[in-house]
Every structure is written in structure tokens, then in C-alpha cells.
């Protein structure tokens, strides 16, 4: 019996091959995707603005790109706050390794918590619904990187990003359908085949992905 999750969070890989016992029970996709790709891993974070923040560097960029460019961010911006990030002009930006794009995005979320205070770490104690509401109302946060810190960085359970592109062309793949699924249609997918363990399939999914590509790690890739 798969094993119940408090607040229906992951924090442990003993989580994760729960959420995989229970989802090789029910779908003979994901049987298949754990056969030839093995258990996905962990994949936590922590959260707040750094671990938001690590999120946006990540869009769109390989793995390995994104923790290089993470890595020069980290060491570059101390203490990594919001107030410290926000007192940092685009050429010191610039110098961790970021593009013109997430320097604007970084800056503008930076100096908007900088300002009303900083309470991404209060997000931990509400619902799914009302943390992504919540973060896609900052500046240059949209759905994706919202699903993203819900499922790294909260490790809910049944979080999920169907407007992934990884995710979308692993669920064709696996599935055998004719075209990738839009987001809407992953979505559905996701609710009708995967609940309530979606944040785990995702992690599946994103395993297969790789298995897929013959090499490198799992990695989501926003849109």
C-alpha cells in the first residue's frame, strides 16, 4: 500500500517510490516508463526567493547551463535576498552569467519584494490554488515557474506542469499519441491518469524524457 503523504508533500525519495508504486498500479504507462528509464529522483529545492529565483535561471536552458549560470548568481549576489538583488545593476547581473531577459525578470521581482516585503516562504502553508495564484501575480511569474516551485520547491504531491515542453513530448511519446498534447490537454490527461500522485509522474515523466534523449539530466523546459 502506497504510503500516505502529510499535507500531501514529497520530502524524501521514499515519497517518491510511494507515489511510483501506486502509479505503476494503475497505469501501464507509467509500468513501462520506470522499466526503461528507472525510479525518477527526488528533485527538491529549497524555496523563497532564492529558490524561486533559481527557477527563472533554469527557463528554457539545459540542466547543466542552468546550475553554471546558478552557481555564478549564487556566489555573485550575497546575502541572496531580495533587497540585495534589487541594489545590483545589469552589468553585475550580467557578470553571473544571466541573459537581458532574466536580469529584467530577476530585477523587477527582486525590487517588487525588496519593496511589500518578502513572503514567498508563507507560501509552504497554503493550498496549491492559492500559491499559484499568488506567484503568478509577480512580476514575470507564469504558470510554469509557479508549477515548477510548487512541485521542487513545495514538493506537493499532485502538482503538475502541463505547459512544460518536456512534459508534453514525454506523455506523446509514452502514450503513443498522434500529436503533442497542448497544456489543456496534458492537464487533463495528468487529472484522469495520474492523480493523486501527478507531481511523481511528472518527475516519471521527465525521467523518460531523458531516456529518450540518450543522455543528460531530466530537465523541464518552460515555455
Known amino acids: 500500500m502506497a504510503k500516505a503523504l502529510k499535507s500531501q508533500v514529497i520530502e524524501t525519495l521514499d515519497d517518491i517510490e510511494a507515489g511510483m508504486r501506486a502509479l505503476k498500479r494503475k497505469c501501464p504507462h507509467m509500468r513501462r516508463a520506470a522499466r526503461l528509464a528507472g525510479m525518477p529522483p527526488l528533485r527538491r529545492n529549497p524555496g ?7 527557477i527563472v535561471v533554469g527557463q528554457q536552458v539545459s540542466v547543466a547551463a542552468a546550475n553554471a549560470i546558478w552557481a555564478r548568481v549564487a556566489a555573485g549576489v550575497q546575502p541572496l535576498t ?28 527582486a525590487a517588487h519584494l525588496a519593496k511589500g516585503g518578502d513572503w514567498l516562504p508563507s507560501l509552504a ?11 503568478t501575480a509577480l512580476p514575470g511569474i507564469g504558470p510554469w515557474t509557479a508549477d515548477i516551485y510548487l512541485m521542487f520547491c513545495l514538493g506537493r504531491a499532485d502538482s503538475f506542469a502541463p505547459g512544460d515542453l518536456a ?57
Not at 90 to 102: H, I, N, Q, T, V
Not at 194 to 211: E, K, S
Request: one cysteine or more; charged letters at 30%; proline letters at 6%.
Open 167 to 223: 512534459l508534453q513530448i514525454a506523455a506523446q511519446r509514452l502514450l503513443d499519441l498522434e500529436a503533442r498534447p497542448s497544456p489543456d490537454e496534458l492537464a487533463e490527461i495528468a487529472a484522469a491518469r495520474w492523480r493523486p500522485w501527478r507531481g511523481v509522474a511528472a518527475r516519471m515523466l521527465w525521467a523518460y524524457y531523458a531516456y529518450e534523449k540518450r543522455g543528460g539530466g531530466a530537465e523541464p523546459i518552460g515555455t
Open 125 to 135: 502553508s497554503e493550498s496549491d490554488e492559492a500559491v499559484r495564484k499568488k506567484l
Open 48 to 54: 523563497g526567493f532564492a529558490g524561486l529565483a533559481r
Open 82 to 109: 531580495p533587497q540585495r538583488m534589487a541594489a545590483l545593476s545589469e552589468a553585475e547581473l550580467r557578470a553571473c552569467g544571466l541573459s537581458r531577459p532574466k536580469i529584467v525578470t530577476l530585477s523587477r521581482l
